[in-house]
């Protein structure tokens, strides 16, 4: 998989401490909004939280691409969904 450490650089500098939008897009749709946003990221996980009651855990081994721009994140699954997250 994945550049883990260009993502880890692109979440330390545009992700961490802001407002982040994620948008499930494929068969099912769902939105979340995190406030403060914390993470933590290693070879199997990277998980997403506010550190109250918001938090996302994304399972790596089911990712089959990664593209990453200043500011966004597109996920892209091993099936028909994929994962945007990007800052406000």
């Known amino acids: 998989m994945k550049d883990l450490e260009k993502l ?3 979440i330390i500098t545009n992700f961490i401490g802001n407002r ?3 948008e499930l897009i494929g068969d099912i749709t769902y939105t979340l909004k995190i406030e403060n ?5 290693n070879r199997v ?3 997403f939280s506010d ?3 918001n938090q996302l ?6 990712v089959g691409e990664i593209s990453i721009e200043e500011g ?3 996920i892209y699954f091993n099936y028909n969904e994929n994962l945007r997250i990007y800052t406000e």
Not at 37 to 41: I, V
Not at 57 to 62: A, H, M, R, S, Y
């Open 8 to 10: 880890e650089n692109e």
């Open 20 to 22: 982040i939008n994620i």
């Open 37 to 41: 946003a914390k993470f933590l990221l």
């Open 45 to 47: 996980y990277l998980i």
């Open 51 to 53: 550190e109250k009651e």
């Open 57 to 62: 855990n994304i399972c790596l081994d089911e």
């Open 72 to 74: 966004m994140i597109e």
